[in-house]
């Protein structure tokens, strides 16, 4: 059975802050690794990392995958209040569609 | 707003009902998923369609039954709900499963309030 675990499962720090969030996972036929920003509502997509894409930077937020220790993590710098919401980390193994999540890591960020 | 649309919001209904939920997305993606979410826990898979067709289904009670009416709406009819499946359900979308990894779009979610 696929498995994914996040940490820390909360975090509170303050506008400007620098954060790591960590994905580990367990999933046999690894396909994908996804990072999604999840606010009151809808979850929404940030990244995505394959064999063949295992860096993503989109302003603020970068990403990498480490195939080889089987971990993820997702960096935020500059953070802002805005960056407050669950962050989850899903993998896909070998059955496609099927996602698998972390718990998510909570991140809290005061002013 | 999200560009994957769930109707309704709010849903209270008792354990003897019948109800509907329903989602739309007009993005043309072909694959649409049910999760369900309890509080402060992850999105739960439930169903997956692709093309039209039930493809994964999560060993879900018979008490939820999903519908495809076609590539763009997907449905999930409830009937004799417990209280446990009170929860926030939600669907997405995707370009094509069959082609490998498709980030997922989501709705806004209908959370659910069994009495």
């Known amino acids: 059975e696929d498995k994914v675990v996040q940490s820390p499962l909360s975090l509170v720090v303050h506008e400007g802050d620098t954060v790591t969030l960590n994905c580990s996972y367990e999933?046999?036929?690894?396909?994908?690794l996804l990072w999604y920003k999840q606010e009151k509502k809808a979850p929404t997509f940030l990244f995505m990392l394959?064999?063949?894409?295992i860096e993503k930077k989109s302003g603020r937020l970068s990403s990498i995958l480490d195939k080889k220790e089987l971990f993820s993590i997702l960096n935020i710098t500059a953070t802002q209040t805005g960056d407050s919401a669950i962050y989850l980390c899903?993998?896909?193994?070998?059955?496609?569609?099927?996602?698998?999540f972390g718990d998510g890591t909570t991140l809290t960020v005061k002013p | 707003d999200t560009e994957v649309t769930q109707t309704p919001k709010h849903l209270v209904m008792g354990m003897t009902n019948k109800k509907s939920l329903k989602c739309e997305q007009h993005?043309?993606?072909?694959?649409m998923y049910w999760y369900k979410q309890k509080a402060k826990k992850p999105p739960e898979l439930m169903f997956v369609?692709?093309?039209?067709?039930?493809?994964i289904n999560e060993s879900v009670p018979s008490r939820f039954s999903p519908e495809c009416p076609n590539s763009s709406l997907l449905n999930l009819h409830l009937h004799a709900l417990q209280p446990e499946d009170s929860a926030l359900y939600l669907c997405?979308?995707?370009?094509?499963?069959?082609?490998?990894?498709?980030?997922?779009?989501f709705g806004d979610g209908t959370r659910l309030s069994i009495l």
């Open positions: 997405a979308s995707s370009q094509d499963r069959g082609t490998g990894t498709q980030p997922q779009h």
């Open positions: 999933v046999t036929n690894f396909r994908s």
């Open positions: 394959t064999s063949s894409g």
């Open positions: 899903a993998v896909e193994g070998r059955n496609a569609g099927k996602s698998t």
């Open positions: 993005m043309g993606h072909r694959a």
């Open positions: 369609y692709s093309y039209e067709k039930l493809s």
